[in-house]
């Protein structure tokens, strides 16, 4: 059975696309065929963040429209051979996805028993983010800590109990996870950040996981090597541990301690 | 806290401002949501009106919308403030 995962936030550069690679790349390592597809068209960008961008050939709308077979623009990963992603078409014509098209890969994808599907929303609430969400059986909501991304993020919740298939045929509801990313734990406990059980409380829904702010991000997209490959970070280490909370297993959310500064720095600050 | 730090001062802390004002906000918008678009609009109108006779506050209009088995019941609610006459219309 395909599981449909839908990576969300409404409001846009809070991470989702760096999610959507590091839980493909994390779900692969658990030995899940994976496929990650980019929905956000016009605006590609999951292919620089897997490190696959000069291996495009043929694109999401490419499969859709018939130009090409699902097999030929699959690109398969690097380190894993069980992983491959569906890379976002660069046109500007934005109704080149249809809920029939995506429908009709989605569906292919199943056949070729695939374990799992990770869809990377596009941001905002318009066509691209709707499709992206309509066939999902799970959804990984990412929020920062901060006043207009947890509002967006309410309001995708809504969008998600009511506007996708599983709510239009009445069917079980998706699996909501909140993942919370870009945590400051030193700015929490300064009170000038929203506390994990903040967001936990206004949201009405537990986190599945909380990313630390962390320089590796960065250093990750520009190798474009996702961050849950790299041992050393913290924020790679958050990130598997969500995917394994993902896959059922009970794990204690780490790094929400502030990590104290050395002697130096008290006497100095900095 | 660093020497250096005493010269700088310190930013309130804002993180129970800003849970504060979400809190608000993600309930207010969580009332309206399922509903048709026009009812923030109507209530805003609503207020409008009962403004035009009694002195209220903005949040003192509540509208609802409940799906019971087979219809739905749109409530409405006004807090009107104790003790004060009302203001005189026009």
């Known amino acids: 059975m395909t599981e449909i995962i839908v990576v969300t936030s409404g409001k846009g550069g809070v991470g989702k696309t760096t999610t959507s690679a590091s839980l493909a790349t994390g779900l692969a390592m658990q030995g899940k065929k994976v496929a990650v597809i980019d929905f956000d068209v016009g605006l590609r960008n999951l292919d620089l963040i897997m490190g696959c961008e000069r291996r495009v050939v043929y694109d999401f709308v490419n499969v859709v429209h018939g130009e090409a077979t699902l097999k030929q623009a699959l690109i398969k990963d690097k380190r894993h051979e069980n992983l491959f992603v569906l890379a976002a078409s660069q046109t500007r014509d934005k109704d080149a996805l249809t809920q029939e098209g995506v429908e009709k890969v989605l569906d292919e994808l199943t056949k070729e028993n695939f374990d799992f599907v990770v869809c990377d929303s596009p941001a905002g609430i318009e066509k691209g983010a709707h499709l992206a969400m309509y066939f999902a059986d799970h959804a990984v909501v990412v929020v920062n800590p901060e006043v207009s991304s947890v509002r967006d993020s309410d309001r995708i919740l809504g969008l998600l109990a009511s506007k996708t298939r599983r709510a239009e045929k009445g069917e079980s509801p998706i699996k909501q996870h909140l993942l919370l990313t870009r945590y400051n734990p030193n700015r929490v406990e300064a009170g000038e950040m929203l506390s994990v059980k903040d967001v936990e409380e206004i949201l009405g829904i537990s986190v599945v996981g909380v990313i630390p702010e962390s320089e590796n991000v960065l250093a990750a997209s520009n190798a474009g090597v996702p961050v849950i490959l790299d041992d050393n970070s913290n924020a790679g280490a958050a990130y598997k541990d969500t995917v394994a909370r993902i896959l059922g297993e009970e794990r204690p959310l780490r790094f929400l301690e502030p990590v104290k500064k050395g002697f130096l720095k008290r006497v100095f600050g900095g | ?90």
């Open chain 2, 1 to 90: 806290m660093g020497i250096l730090d005493f010269l700088k001062r310190k930013p309130e802390p804002s993180a129970g401002v800003a849970k504060e004002r979400l809190r608000i906000i993600v309930a207010q918008e969580r009332s309206t949501r399922g509903g048709p678009d026009y009812l923030p609009l109507l209530r805003n109108e609503l207020l409008e009106v009962i403004r035009k006779y009694v002195n209220v506050d903005v949040d003192a209009v509540n509208i609802s919308l409940d799906r019971d088995s087979g219809h739905e019941v749109l409530e409405l609610s006004v807090a009107l403030p104790d003790g004060k006459p009302a203001a005189s219309a026009g």
